[in-house]
């Protein structure tokens, strides 16, 4: 059974930057990608960014690129997300997912295993 748990959500100003963490556990982890998406109220679920085993293929959607980084650190099973100059509109609930394999895809529906979610709000 394998588990993720989010961390580093909040409440921030329009500029400011926030870091999200997800840690996984509850199994030998080898070859998986792992992704951030959001979801905000009325929307669907969206990808975020998201990276392979080795870290050398990263994906950003077009909303972030530039301004938010996704890392990984395979011996702590853990994915961050750096969030910089963040604004109103990427107020949403940030989901941390993972897949098995060595694809990489940005679609929700590629992901079997899912974290609780994060709140991220950022005010004007």
């Known amino acids: 059974q394998v588990q993720l748990v989010e961390s580093g959500g909040g409440l921030v100003q329009a500029g400011d930057s926030l870091r999200l963490s997800c840690a996984a556990s509850?199994?030998?982890?080898?070859?998986?990608?792992m992704g951030w998406f959001r979801q905000a109220p009325g929307k669907e679920r969206e990808g975020v960014a998201v990276?392979?085993?080795?870290?050398?293929?990263?994906y950003y959607a077009d909303a972030v690129k530039g301004r938010f980084t996704i890392s990984r650190d395979n011996a702590k099973n853990t994915v961050y997300l750096q969030m910089n100059s963040l604004k109103p509109e990427d107020t949403a609930v940030y989901y941390c997912?993972?897949?098995?394999?060595?694809?990489?895809?940005?679609?929700?529906?590629?992901?079997?295993?899912w974290g609780q979610g994060t709140q991220v709000t950022v005010s004007s």
């Open positions: 990276i392979n085993w080795s870290g050398a293929y990263k």
């Open positions: 997912a993972l897949r098995f394999g060595s694809a990489t895809p940005n679609i929700y529906d590629e992901y079997g295993y």
């Open positions: 509850g199994r030998a982890f080898s070859n998986y990608a």
